[in-house]
């Protein structure tokens, strides 16, 4: 599943369409729209609204480990309007304290540094992308997965000969709508990322059988992963029923394990 | 190829920042004030980073020579380590620096010269031959086209006739060796497993064979050699794959060039394997039959002795005792 935040309707109205996200029914607090794979979160203007809309979603499945991306518009000394960047590096004004968002993939777009303000940015001197929110979204959601699950995604809104005054939410609409092709590569990249996170075997079946302690379920799950690493074959809960209780279980388990086939040639 | 470039900004300008940022034209380029902004963050996945690894240069300020472990040794008393570099080219499944860093993002502290400096004066104060280990925390020679470091430090062996440096290596970067004249006190030591193994674990890594032929035009060339077969790595046919390795090997070596064969089994401290097997609890590897004691995750003790002997058996019918040394479990 990948989180997307934005700021503003305007911003995030372009994907809903694109991905036919619907709207929940029941939520108090924040707009958020969903398909099966994405789940956008409307969090308002600026950091704190944006960490707290990380941990209203994170909150909701605390176990689960999702991508994140942080979409929406920033400010630019030179780049053009509609021009994107993915910010290699998130500067917050405030604190001074930065993150380096990890990229292990082919870039789809310039990247750059971003600088995350408090307040409107109108001085266009420096080379620099400025947004509201991405510091506060980076600091929250990195305490959820790592770096390299973790994005941020800016459409350039206003520079130096079109200053924020002339942003509206049309102008939004348009220049996020033209770089949706963008966007889906990028979308794409974190889902490709997310696949690769370890899930692991499936316990639960064990667990309706037998009851295992904290430390048991830990050995359990490590010997299905050895069970998946040496053997071809799916384990057959069946094999094992005869074992009265989990200790004798998780022996059973080892032993079969230990029995089977330890070769290299078959990578 | 490298598509992120983080720089500290202390060494944006140092001339080999500048060389790298020439050979790299078309990477992002991001300022840090010290690299542990970016390399130590708890919220990285060294196996997804793998994938495309970034370079980060940076500055180092102390601990340029380290003492290496005890039995890290190639017959000298007295012996070191130097890290001019962290982490590694090659993705081999064994590896320890899986589990020690957060970050597969390579650093190179690009101030030469402070290194120089302490290997000359571990050098000078030392009452016995030193010997020094430079791929520790990175293979010695698989970057240096781009970080040019070895063909930097060999001149200061040169002038020492009681130092000596082992270049430890899965690579076939080997051209700034063969362009100089080979020094009797630099020891090119290859890890080498078995073909089967190599596939299975040592992933980007140059084939056995292609090792063995940089093998060849080194010995050929005048460099003493040494071989590391380390870590040797337990699977229900070892006997036979490296006894027909063992063979396959030695075809290829002139015993006289070569300066050392060591040998250990697979071996890890605990926490670094902890690591590991949450980045790849699919991997055969961790599957075998290891483990854990005195906070090492090993071979079951009888099975790592038994590999052992049979390994150093194999090896003594090829080569002299005097050169095989046996590592153990101390990283």
Request: proline share 4%; net charge neutral.
């Amino acid at each position: 599943m990948l989180h997307i935040v934005a700021a503003l309707p305007c911003e995030a109205k372009p994907l809903i369409k694109q991905y036919r996200l619907n709207g929940r029914q029941v939520e108090n607090g924040f707009r958020i729209y969903e398909n099966k794979q994405i789940c956008l979160i409307i969090a308002g203007i600026g950091k704190c609204a944006a960490a707290a809309a990380c941990a209203y979603l994170q909150g909701a499945e605390p176990q689960k480990k999702h991508a994140w991306l942080n979409l929406g518009i920033a400010g630019h000394g030179h780049l053009n309007i509609g021009e994107v960047i993915m910010a290699h590096k998130i500067t917050d004004a405030t604190t001074g304290k930065s993150w380096y968002p990890a990229m292990p993939f082919k870039h789809p777009c310039p990247t750059a540094t971003l600088v995350s303000v408090d307040q409107v940015q109108t001085d266009y001197s420096a080379n620099i992308t400025y947004d509201m929110e991405a510091s506060g979204f980076y600091a929250m959601a990195s305490r959820f997965n790592s770096s390299e699950l973790v994005q941020v995604f800016k459409v350039i809104s206003d520079n130096h000969v079109n200053p924020v005054e002339q942003v509206s939410a049309q102008l939004t609409e348009q220049i996020i709508t033209a770089n949706l092709d963008i966007i889906e590569t990028l979308i794409q990249q974190l889902f490709k990322l997310e696949q690769q996170q370890q899930i692991s075997p499936e316990i639960k079946q064990f667990q309706q059988h037998w009851h295992f302690s904290v430390s048991q379920q830990h050995k359990l799950q490590r010997l299905l992963q050895r069970w998946q690493a040496r053997s071809k074959t799916v384990i057959n809960l069946a094999d094992f029923i005869d074992a009265k209780n989990s200790k004798i279980l998780l022996h059973t388990l080892e032993k079969k394990i230990m029995a089977l086939p330890m070769s290299f040639n078959d990578k | 190829m490298i598509q992120t470039l983080y720089i500290e900004q202390a060494v944006f300008d140092h001339p080999r920042s500048v060389m790298i940022r020439k050979r790299f034209p078309c990477a992002s380029v991001v300022t840090c004030e010290r690299y542990g902004e970016v390399f130590n963050p708890k919220a990285q996945n060294f196996r997804l980073q793998k994938q495309r690894p970034s370079l980060i240069l940076a500055e180092k300020f102390n601990k340029f020579v380290l003492e290496a472990p005890f039995s890290y040794n190639i017959g000298g008393q007295r012996n070191y380590y130097f890290s001019h570099m962290l982490n590694c080219i090659y993705d081999c499944r064994y590896c320890f620096l899986q589990g020690m860093y957060r970050s597969a993002n390579y650093v190179l502290f690009v101030n030469y010269e402070d290194f120089d400096a302490a290997i000359e004066q571990t050098i000078n104060e030392s009452t016995q031959p030193a010997y020094f280990f430079s791929g520790y925390d990175c293979d010695s020679l698989a970057m240096e086209p781009v970080t040019g470091f070895i063909k930097h430090t060999l001149p200061i062996f040169k002038k020492f006739d009681n130092a000596y440096i082992e270049l430890r290596t899965k690579s076939t970067q080997i051209r700034s060796l063969l362009e100089i004249d080979s020094m009797q006190n630099c020891i090119v030591a290859f890890s080498l497993s078995p073909d089967s193994l190599a596939v299975a674990l040592e992933h980007k890594a140059p084939s056995l064979s292609k090792r063995l032929e940089a093998l060849d035009k080194l010995q050929q060339a005048g460099w003493p050699i040494g071989l590391r077969f380390d870590p040797i790595i337990y699977c229900d046919n070892y006997q036979q794959i490296y006894g027909d390795f063992f063979e396959q090997v030695f075809s290829r070596i002139n015993k006289n060039q070569l300066h050392s064969v060591s040998l250990g089994t697979f071996r890890m401290p605990q926490g670094f394997y902890r690591n590991i097997i949450k980045l790849y609890p699919e991997e055969k590897l961790f599957s075998g039959p290891l483990a854990e004691s005195q906070m090492m995750v090993s071979y079951e003790a009888e099975l790592e002795q038994q590999m052992l002997n049979f390994c150093r058996d194999k090896l003594l019918k090829l080569m002299p005792e005097e050169k095989l040394f046996v590592c153990h479990d101390d990283i």
